[in-house]
């Protein structure tokens, strides 16, 4: 197994209160291709803010990140979103797709980032191959308006996968729906690891959580592997 | 460069894709934008087309830029000299002026000293190496005109504007019956007075009757009219031409580089003459009053267009306002600051591009509708074109309004925190 994610030591202290908060406090966390890891934890705990460090959204204080065996943990804005663009896909508990967009413009907007250009026909292939992946391709010319919770989420995820990410970073995405939906994302959250994506799941459903290879508990900034499941 | 070029049409397709989606915020910026961009266009178009009328009557008054004018000594050897040096050429044509008076025979003139008919530049004097006095006679139906004898075809120098009939031709031999050409001043003097009767001038051999082919606008408010040299010498020595006391004129024109100037500087010289020679430079000599006309309208013209960008400033600032979320987003994604900058821009250059069409369009319609009801009255109007320099105004304005009305919510965009996702 390939390691994608080594995190050690991770250390983010929130400042510009009148006494400097802890969020994260010395955090190491290993990810490999193909796995699935949940992070669980009570709100205010740190899970999105760690997220955001492994997305490359933020910065650590201390410790050492590495991506495919690289140092990124004092990576410049301008790489870092390379990086973002070329190794992440994120999907977050809203859904965060633009109305005035169809499904598919909506999942073709991260391959027109600006990081490398893709002709017409290429986008609108890879576009279709993703919404195909999670199921719906036929909503393609559909705006978000008309598709239900879970659509929208498979719209969403169908854009974290349009660029062959090595890691999906999910944050809550299941928070906004109901349990049988949020099943359905789930499976097409892994069924992505099953092409050999790793998966970063922070969610507060224990069955969710149960579905993943691993799952931490983050508690005060301190993360804890629970148990191997698989 | 294909970086680039990927960053340039990303920023395209997605400010478009927004343009779309707001397509009433769009059109409140362009409205607020039109008058601006409208004022620089119609103050170009203004400045533009007042500059070229100023510089067409100066055109017809002094020559074209570039042209050579050499002023002659009042001598009949140097009158001798010059009508046969031009004889014949194209590149260089003599002017010589004397006074003429057509109409009644026997009669004072009405305008002596060939003053415009609306001036009194007092009575008709004789002249002779003593002194000059009151001429004998009464006034009548006569008109005096500046007569202009012309080597060769001088509007390749002087454009003057046909008003009506034809002007001199030069291909034919000369005619017994002197043909003239009226500018409007003697047209209008000779639609007060019309006596079709002879033409005298001082020294002739005879009074011929003169064949009125046309009439032109020539800039001068002086009663004038224009004759072919060698029909004027069948009947007057060039010795009377050059004599001072008919107000004798001469005057070279030369195309720049003619090989007529040095030959007839160096007769001059001969002849102890110093010639004075000078090159037209209207263009040059009107640029300080165009530029300072142009400054005062651009200034305020740059007032209004600075409430148009304030306008367009700030609807961007709430449209970035509103698209937070999706800025981060894309940030998300990958998307680097620097095209989030260009998106917000993108869009507010084709606002801006697209103000500049409307406005060049509203302006170049105004124009045409004004010269269609007006035209005829206004001669500065007649046959005017939209100056292409107004449309570039026009473009330059929206493109810059577009910049200064974007620059500040790109700048916003671009530093939206990626984090506003995770918190939302």
Request: charged share 20%; net charge positive; aromatic share 4%.
């Amino acid at each position: 197994m390939t390691t994608l994610i080594a995190l050690d030591g991770i250390t983010k202290v929130l400042k510009g209160q009148e006494q400097p908060r802890t969020i994260l406090d010395g955090v190491g966390l290993t990810v490999d291709a193909g796995q699935s890891v949940a992070i669980v934890g009570r709100s205010g705990s740190g899970k999105s803010t760690l997220l955001s460090v492994i997305g490359l959204f933020d910065r650590p204080d201390q410790g050492s990140y590495q991506l495919d065996g690289q140092e990124i943990a004092r990576l410049p804005e301008r790489r870092a979103a390379k990086l973002r663009s070329s190794h992440f896909g994120f999907v977050f508990q809203r859904f965060f797709l633009l109305k005035h967009l169809t499904a598919a413009q909506n999942v073709a907007m991260a391959l027109v980032n600006g990081q490398g250009w893709l002709p017409r026909r290429q986008r609108r292939t890879r576009v279709l191959e993703a919404l195909d992946q999670v199921g719906i391709a036929h909503l393609a010319k559909s705006r978000p308006t008309k598709m239900s919770g879970g659509e929208q989420q498979r719209v969403a995820i169908a854009r974290a996968l349009v660029r062959d990410p090595k890691v999906l970073l999910a944050d809550e995405p299941t928070g906004a729906l109901d349990t049988e939906t949020g099943t359905l994302v789930i499976d097409a959250l892994l069924a992505a690891t099953e092409r050999g994506c790793g998966l970063i799941l922070v969610t507060h459903d224990r069955d969710h959580a149960a579905r993943m290879g691993r799952i931490h508990d983050l508690v005060d900034g301190v993360l804890t592997e629970r148990v191997a499941v698989r | 460069m294909r970086r680039l070029s990927g960053r340039f049409r990303s920023s395209l397709i997605i400010g478009l894709q927004g343009i779309r989606a707001r397509k009433l915020r769009t059109l409140l910026s362009m409205i607020s934008l039109f008058l601006g961009v409208l004022a620089v266009v119609v103050v170009q178009a203004g400045a533009s087309i007042a500059e070229r009328a100023l510089l067409a009557d100066l055109e017809i008054t002094q020559g074209y830029d570039g042209t050579r004018v050499m002023d002659m000594p009042m001598e009949q050897a140097s009158t001798d000299m010059l009508a046969a040096t031009v004889h014949g050429r194209s590149d260089a044509v003599a002017m010589m002026g004397v006074s003429g008076i057509v109409g009644e025979p026997g009669v004072l003139p009405v305008n002596p000293g060939a003053a415009p008919l609306d001036q009194d530049w007092g009575p008709a004097m004789v002249c002779n190496d003593v002194g000059c006095e009151p001429a004998p006679g009464v006034k009548g139906q006569a008109v005096e005109v500046r007569l202009t004898a012309l080597s060769g075809d001088v509007r390749k120098f002087r454009p003057f504007r046909t008003v009506t009939g034809q002007w001199l031709d030069f291909s034919k031999v000369p005619a017994m019956s002197p043909k003239l050409v009226l500018n409007r001043a003697a047209a209008d003097a000779f639609n007060q007075y019309r006596v079709p009767a002879e033409m005298r001038v001082g020294g002739a051999a005879a009074n011929v009757t003169p064949q009125f082919v046309g009439v032109v606008d020539d800039g001068d408010m002086q009663p004038r009219a224009y004759v072919r040299l060698d029909e004027l010498t069948t009947w007057l020595p060039t010795s009377r031409m050059a004599d001072p006391m008919t107000g004798g004129e001469m005057r070279l024109l030369m195309s720049p580089g003619s090989p007529v100037e040095p030959v007839v500087v160096s007769k001059l010289k001969a002849l102890g003459n110093e010639p004075y020679v000078y090159t037209v430079e209207s263009r040059k000599d009107q640029e300080k009053q165009l530029t300072l006309m142009r400054l005062v309208f651009f200034s305020m013209a740059g007032l209004v267009l600075l409430i148009g960008v304030a306008g367009i400033l700030n609807v961007g600032l709430a449209t970035v306002g509103e698209r937070v979320e999706e800025f981060a987003l894309r940030r998300a994604v990958g998307t680097p600051r620097s095209l989030l900058a260009g998106i917000v821009l993108a869009e507010t250059l084709l606002t801006g591009l697209l103000t500049a069409a409307a406005a060049i369009g509203a302006a170049a319609a105004g124009l045409k509708v004004v010269t269609m009801l007006v035209g005829n009255s206004q001669p500065i109007l007649s046959d005017v074109q939209f100056p292409w320099e107004a449309g570039i105004a026009g473009i330059i304005a929206g493109l810059v309004a577009g910049v200064l009305g974007g620059f500040i919510p790109a700048l916003r965009a671009a530093g939206i925190p990626i984090a506003t996702v995770m918190r939302a």
